[in-house]
């Protein structure tokens, strides 16, 4: 194991942390040298988020103590935590949407003119701009860009590139490429080799264990707010990191007993499809009864748009819906809905949870024309479904009352999950359906999508996690600029055949 260097960039040592009802923290330890990048991994609720605020000067500790360059700090605020080199970006973007890029890339700390007035130098601002963006790899002409109108990913690497504008010493990325494509999770792969290179310190937490494998030079897994282990650069690896983040060996990550690949009869077709907004070429495919239709493609392929417009959520303008075998006619998602068609949507606390509302409103909500009666909501009937699907999903909420926002990412999904399997889907579509999660959600997400299908439900998922796409997959079509450029069935499903076909392929 890797020895500690005498003078850490960073020390935390028995940190502890007490919310209302829960032990956040208790005890927990890390050092991180300078120059290093150290990620810190474990389930959602292991305490990484809660550890990195206090690092950050968010929360306050209730035990333990932090050091910066062997000096005890307690920052009584995020802003005197920059102000001495510690910056967190966090997983929720904090953006000022309605501001240019540049405005956003000197917020609060904006180069002003001389001679004492607060005029602000927007060459001065222009030109260091404009050299944050190049070293996260985006182009000049987003300068004047207003931020709402950036997609994700790019979003994201402003972020980054905005933390990077100041005296950094240690540098805390929670979930850095939740929104990111292929090609700027590579380029982020380089700024942090750079940063590192330039004696900068790395707190890197990711749900994605290929990338802690490729980028971490230690690892420290947290566990129930407590230290489950450290390992070195030569002991990185998925299994190991699994093992102690979830306490147990986890062989079947993906549920051993697959379908044939082949499925039972069509129970969605998608007949030579076309939606408003959406490319000038259709998009034929079926999902059939009993097996996991993955689909693949690249960023702006149009996988997800094809599915809204399945869910009724963009309008059709050409081609046929059938469901099992019949016409099906979706004005809407009332009536995709209606038909047992069901998405569980990429975005889950934009478009699949009202986040205020308590966990028992959003599986109700609905679920309401089978829980209503002529004197209103049948509230015995309502209150069995809530202890239902909590208890069937192992989700971790206090009680039904819990506003989902607060929950886990996991529990969030298990949410989502919940208030559709209470209508019995006939197919169900996920679109990312782990984005976010822990490992441990995701062994239990995986386990429950192989259930459905193993009775029946027609899944079409949608994934650009492609480990995930070859461990459940029975079948794969891929997407090209809005095209289906092929299909996979599982005896042909590799990563180079996917990319082949994801990039612009001929199908073989």
Excluded at 186 to 213: F, K, M, P, Q, W
Excluded at 349 to 363: D, K, P, S
Excluded at 443 to 468: F, H, N, Q
């Amino acid at each position: 194991m890797t020895a500690p260097p005498a003078t850490p960039r960073l020390r935390a040592t028995a940190v502890g942390k007490r919310f209302p009802g829960v032990v956040a923290l208790d005890g927990v330890s890390l050092t991180l040298a300078p120059g290093e990048v150290l990620a810190v991994v474990g389930e959602n609720g292991a305490g990484k988020s809660t550890l990195m605020k206090i690092i950050a000067g968010v929360y306050q500790p209730d035990a333990g103590t932090v050091e910066l360059d062997g000096q005890p700090v307690q920052f009584p605020g995020p802003r005197e935590a920059t102000a001495a080199g510690v910056v967190l970006i966090h997983q929720e973007l904090n953006l000022a949407e309605n501001l240019t890029v540049t405005d956003n890339l000197f917020l609060g700390r904006e180069p002003t003119g001389g001679g004492g007035l607060r005029v602000l130098n927007r060459r001065a601002m222009a030109d260091r701009a404009a050299g944050l963006l190049a070293r996260v790899g985006l182009p000049a002409d987003r300068l004047r860009k207003r931020v709402e109108l950036l997609p994700p990913g790019e979003k994201q690497l402003v972020e980054i590139a905005r933390a990077l504008g100041t005296a950094v010493r240690v540098l805390i990325m929670d979930e850095p490429t939740s929104s990111l494509t292929q090609k700027e999770t590579e380029r982020l792969y380089t700024v942090i080799d750079a940063l590192r290179a330039d004696g900068v310190s790395v707190l890197y937490i990711s749900h994605r264990l290929a990338e802690v494998t490729r980028c971490a030079d230690r690892v420290t897994v947290l566990r129930d707010g407590k230290n489950a282990g450290e390992l070195a650069k030569g002991e990185i690896t998925h299994d190991n990191m699994v093992r102690l983040m979830v306490g147990r060996d986890m062989k079947q990550f993906y549920p051993k007993d697959k379908r044939s690949g082949v499925g039972g009869a069509p129970v969605l077709t998608l007949a030579g499809v076309r939606y408003r907004g959406g490319p000038d070429v259709p998009a034929s495919l079926e999902v059939r009864a009993g097996e996991i239709l993955g689909m693949a493609g690249l960023v702006g392929a149009g996988r997800t748009e094809l599915s809204e417009a399945v869910f009724g959520v963009r309008p059709l303008t050409a081609g046929e819906l059938r469901l099992d075998g019949k016409h099906l006619r979706v004005r809407g998602p009332a009536d995709a809905i209606a038909a047992g068609l069901l998405l569980v949507p990429e975005d889950r606390r934009l478009h699949g949870l009202v986040t205020e509302a308590a966990v028992g409103f959003n599986l109700s909500l609905p679920n309401l024309d089978r829980l209503g009666s002529l004197l209103g909501v049948r509230r015995r009937a309502e209150a069995e479904l809530h202890r239902t699907w909590i208890d069937r999903l192992r989700v971790k909420t206090p009680s039904a009352a819990q506003p989902a926002g607060l929950l886990s990412g996991g529990n969030q999904q298990k949410v989502v999950y919940g208030k559709w399997l209470a209508r019995g889907p006939r197919v169900l579509i996920l679109d990312e359906p782990t984005r976010g999660v822990d490992v441990g959600a995701k062994a239990e997400i995986y386990a429950l999508v192989d259930e459905l299908a193993g009775r029946g439900v027609a899944v079409w998922m949608i994934t650009s996690d492609m480990e995930e796409l070859l461990g459940m997959s029975d079948r794969v079509v891929v997407m090209h600029e809005g095209r289906v450029a092929g299909e996979l069935p599982r005896a042909r499903l590799t990563e180079e055949a996917v990319m082949h076909l994801a990039t612009g392929g001929t199908a073989t």
